[in-house]
């Protein structure tokens, strides 16, 4: 094999090195922690939704870090529009809304954090849809069987309409939705 030259040694080198370049830097961050409300317990923490309290100022960052994102819900549908669903799907008339219901079920996952809204779904959870609480104008809650669960459609800035189903809490988390929307400035009051 003939010798290297002084620069393919030196690219060699560089790639055999296991020090990254001077002008790449690689910080690992932890990500934030999540605490749970002392309203659920611990052999149910599974299967209910996560609740957990964030106080953010109005630039968006929680008291206890600069930058930290705290989640204040992250949970997907309710279990009762499932139960209730899979009762009703016994009638052929209801079948096409309780296969809607069981997609919710397993696919959707609703995520409310400091800092933005979250919703993922897809079978392997690729479909992802982030908005921040600057772009939120408007939103909205609907109801659904005596209010155990309901509906918050979110109004953007550019006139898209983001429909949330079967929301368990779905008053603290329109209400949050709308405070941190309020924070940033964006939210439109209409009387």
Same mark, same amino acid.
């Given at each position: 094999?003939?010798? *290297?030259?002084?620069?393919?040694?030196?690219?060699?080198?560089?790639?055999?090195?296991?020090?990254?370049? /001077?002008? *790449?830097?690689?910080?690992?961050?932890?990500?934030? /922690? =999540?605490?749970?409300?002392? @309203?659920?317990?611990? @052999?149910?923490?599974?299967?209910?939704?996560?609740?957990?309290?964030?106080?953010?100022?109005?630039?968006?960052?929680? +008291? !206890? !870090?600069?930058?930290?994102?705290?989640?204040?819900?992250?949970?997907?549908?309710?279990?009762?529009?499932?139960?209730?669903?899979?009762? *009703?799907?016994?009638?052929?008339?209801?079948?096409?809304?309780?296969?809607?219901?069981?997609?919710?079920?397993?696919?959707?996952?609703?995520?409310? =954090?400091?800092?933005?809204?979250?919703?993922?779904? !897809?079978?392997? !959870?690729?479909?992802?849809?982030?908005?921040?609480?600057? $772009?939120? =104008? @408007?939103?909205?809650?609907?109801?659904?069987?005596?209010?155990?669960?309901?509906?918050?459609?979110?109004?953007?800035?550019?006139?898209?309409?983001?429909? *949330? +189903?079967?929301?368990?809490?779905?008053?603290?988390?329109?209400?949050?939705? +709308? $405070?941190?929307?309020?924070?940033?400035?964006?939210?439109?009051?209409? /009387?």
């Amino acid at each position: 094999m003939p010798p *290297l030259s002084t620069a393919a040694a030196a690219a060699v080198s560089s790639i055999l090195s296991p020090n990254p370049p /001077q002008a *790449l830097s690689i910080h690992a961050t932890p990500l934030p /922690q =999540t605490r749970r409300s002392s @309203s659920s317990s611990s @052999s149910g923490a599974a299967a209910s939704p996560r609740l957990v309290l964030a106080r953010a100022s109005a630039s968006g960052t929680t +008291r !206890g !870090g600069e930058g930290a994102e705290t989640v204040f819900f992250d949970g997907g549908a309710h279990y009762g529009d499932l139960a209730a669903n899979l009762l *009703l799907g016994l009638t052929l008339l209801w079948l096409p809304l309780t296969l809607a219901a069981v997609s919710r079920a397993f696919i959707l996952r609703y995520r409310f =954090t400091s800092r933005r809204v979250t919703v993922v779904s !897809g079978l392997s !959870g690729a479909d992802r849809t982030d908005f921040p609480y600057s $772009s939120v =104008t @408007s939103v909205v809650v609907v109801p659904r069987f005596v209010g155990e669960w309901g509906d918050i459609i979110i109004t953007l800035r550019d006139g898209t309409k983001v429909d *949330l +189903r079967s929301v368990p809490r779905f008053r603290e988390v329109a209400d949050y939705c +709308r $405070s941190m929307a309020a924070a940033e400035g964006s939210l439109v009051v209409t /009387q």
